[in-house]
């Protein structure tokens, strides 16, 4: 029911976000660890909670009719239990970070619950989205230092835009499926056209303000800051790539959502 290869989405930017939050050094392994536990509970509770949320939905969708929690093979029980459980990882992890983690918990189970609702009321659904995977990139930074800085608001709002705008290209599948149902996805609110040209100009701010981002990063040393102009470079060809793609020919979604968007994640780190 969750994908475990679909964190390449998330991980690799909290990674860089720790790694830059070290500045010359090196996350301590401990740091490392409460991290990963919390992105694993994160991840866990709000894709349960998301699928248990839209199981009648996805019962009614073609395209998600035998997704496991529609088609019977895990019960809607379990699903909440797994996402509970995904939640006191969360917690049990804000505990043992620096206080601001703990103190910010509500925001982010807040986010985390709340993204599946949206898709009912507003066309704003695929930003708050970005904003749960961009959460990350600031935990990330405040696990490692516990003080809020301008570089990872900035990368945290760069995967942001990035999220929301592969977010709508994925809607794109949907169409026809939201308007039917009344749900509100960028798409069906506005049209395909409309939709693309959206995504574009979210990818477009994406690639800027990772670009802005590199003015923090030249301070760390100039063998550093080329690599990430390399980076940049890799997400601006696959960012490209993947519209042009997807513009061209909608049955390449499923194929060329995944592989665009984890080269980007997993190349940049």
Known sequence: MIKLEHTVFSAPFMLV???????QGWPSLL?????????????SAAMSLNRLIDHEFDALNPRTAERALPSGKISPQNTFWMSLFG??????AAFNLPAICLYLLPVAILFLSGYSYCKRFTWLCHWVLGLCL?????????????????????LGLAVCLWVAGFDILYA?????????????SLPA???????????????FACL???????FWVVELGRFVFIFYGIAC?????????????????????????????AIISSLFF
């Open 17 to 23: 976000s720790m790694l830059l939050a070290a500045g």
């Open 233 to 261: 470079l890799i997400a601006v060809i696959a960012l490209y790539q993947q519209h042009k793609l997807i513009s061209k020919d909608e049955s390449k979604i499923e194929s060329v959502f995944f592989m665009a968007n």
């Open 87 to 92: 939640f006191c990882l969360l917690a049990l």
């Open 208 to 214: 800027t303000l990772f670009i802005l981002c590199g």
């Open 134 to 154: 961009g959460g990350a990139v600031l935990g990330g930074w405040l696990a490692v230092t516990g003080q809020f800085a301008h570089l990872p608001v900035f």
């Open 31 to 43: 740091t490392f660890l409460w991290c990963a536990i919390a992105l694993l509970g994160a991840r």
């Open 189 to 203: 609110c506005f049209g395909r056209e409309k939709a693309l040209l959206i995504s574009r100009m979210c990818h």
């Open 172 to 184: 794109l599948q949907d169409i026809d499926f939201d308007k039917t149902n009344g749900l509100f």
